[in-house]
């Protein structure tokens, strides 16, 4: 895989504590709360893990202890890591899988209905799904591509369901609150890419861009439509018309934007 420069260990430490991750001798551990959104959605506390590869190497195990506080039961799925799991209400169940190569891994329940145009998984609550985001520190410019790669599938996806109003009608303020958790992700995957630029000696120029279009764009256009939506109907629609096109034009650049190989 192609690489870059290291980024500083500090910096891994920071994510790591900031993020949720407990690093314990030779593994890596990682303790994950069940959650309720402000809409009453099922989520998770922390909903993204940030799993350091390069400090532990490759095949070493790394576990997930998913605490369920609420009287619902949950699962734990990563269907790219064939995890499956049932946490009843009440119970702690632990998780363990080896890095095998950087990726990022959504994980959700599959007692709860995913936000999506189609909704088809079994359950009543509607669920925020969370992620695991597996890579080496000098493989950071690939990981954060490939985040806000994901991040601005899953928001664009999420976007023209509410453009179309192809989503129930009860669905629709989590499906915005959604909406806002990727948008938030989205801001510091596009930052955290923004960074890791400024310390190359020839930084890709659409780095800059793919930033700008995250925090100038389409952060601020999308606070003034958070639920409820005040605005009058034309407006609403102009306004995610438009975002829709920012990310558009934001996948594009991601798209074309290679890492510099450094091997």
Known sequence: MR???????????VLAITLGGIALGNAQEYVVETAFTDMGAATWKPSMLIVDSAKFGTGS???VRINNTSNEDFGFVVEKLGITKHIPAFTEHTVRFRLERSGVYTFYSNQHELITTE????????QVPGWIIV??????????LTFSKNLSKALLRNLRAIHRESVQPHLRPVLIETCVDLVTKLQWSTDQLWLL???????PPYYRVIR???NKDIAP??????WPLKL??????????QMITKLVKMRHFIQITQPVSKS
Request: zero cysteines; charged letters at 20%.
């Open 3 to 13: 690489t870059t420069r290291l980024l500083t260990i500090t910096l891994g430490i």
């Open 61 to 63: 195990v790394v576990t």
């Open 119 to 126: 909704i088809g998984k079994p359950g009543t609550r509607p």
């Open 135 to 144: 890579g080496s520190s000098e493989r950071a410019e690939q990981l954060y």
């Open 197 to 203: 630029g400024q310390k190359m000696p020839d930084p």
């Open 212 to 214: 700008s279009i995250a």
């Open 221 to 226: 256009t999308f606070r003034k439509l958070i």
């Open 232 to 241: 009058p109907t034309a407006v609403q629609e102009a306004m995610m018309a």
